[in-house]
């Protein structure tokens, strides 16, 4: 039940005003999709305002579920929409993010739950610990599954790309993603993307694309020089419209990144490759269509979400966990979607 000053609140409580605050990057605002689905199930009728920052922003402003969406530009922006939202009499506030729980305070709101309240959760994944803040207001739960919403504009501009870029529309697309913008030793070596590549080039029918944003521009660039029969995107897209190429795709093979859980939150099957991360909190996608490769070292997982700052900080000379994975294994998980269609989900450890 949600907190009023520290005590438990019992019986239900209708909420007509409900602030959430989600200010994430790209894959841990997509794991709070749920959550803002289950609150308007659970309060058809009441206003629900997103305060989020541009990321957020690109993710919810075409939700389908009447919702408005905030633009914070940072956190002292932040604070003063807060502010906004006390003068309005908003009845519950609600921390979707780690940022945004701390925030939840100044809301100035009768009942608030965030990742304070439920602390004790923690080993769950990062979609399940925003539900058990919808859960602690008193409200149902009823969906674990992610999503995205691209607008058909989107889709055109990302037709006429591949038009343009001389797409052969009668191969299916394979995506791959070689990046990881905020924790570089989540990235598998980009020597083994270039051999995972080649071999896929030469053994199955796909059309390797290349995805991502800005910063993978110089990675994507190196491989489409030593392989240049792909098509590369990367830095060429807004979210939505890369959201709109992976739905056209038939495989997404990305690190523990944005663009792996954007790729499973519009439905896209994917291949993810995990090492200081754990799959138990960050991949948490039904079987069969989405699949993982984690070998699970005695050091592993050495990052687990809200674990401080100091995670980021390298322990290991390299990414031994994810030098571990190896082509062939990736390359087998291809070649098995390919002949046996969706199969059950293969963990490798």
Known sequence: ???????IITGLVMFK???ALCFSPLGDALFATPAIRALRFNLPQARIVILANQLGVEIFKNNPYQIEVVNCLDQWDLLKKTVEIRKQGFDLALGLSQIGSFFTRFCGTPFRSDFFSVQEKNNLS????????VNEA???????????????????????????AGYDFKRPLLAVHCGGHYFIRKRWPLFNFIRLIETVNEETPYQVIL???????EDAALIQSILPGIINTAGCFRLGETAALLKKCRLLIANDSGPLHLGAAIGTPTIGLFGPTTPDQFFPYRRPPHRYIYKKLSCSPCYRFGGGLWQYLPR?????????IQVCEVLEL?????????NSLVEVT
């Open 1 to 7: 039940m949600p907190s009023r000053g520290g005590t």
């Open 17 to 19: 005003r409900v602030v």
């Open 126 to 133: 990062v979609v399940k610990r925003c539900l058990e803040v």
């Open 138 to 164: 008193g409200l149902a739960v009823n969906t674990y599954e992610t999503e995205f919403w691209f607008s058909e504009s989107e889709e055109r501009k990302v037709e006429s790309f591949l038009k343009h």
């Open 211 to 217: 995805v991502g944003g800005k910063e993978d521009r």
């Open 316 to 324: 290991c000379s390299k990414a031994y966990c994810m030098e571990e």
């Open 334 to 342: 291809v070649m098995d979607r390919g002949l046996a269609g969706m």
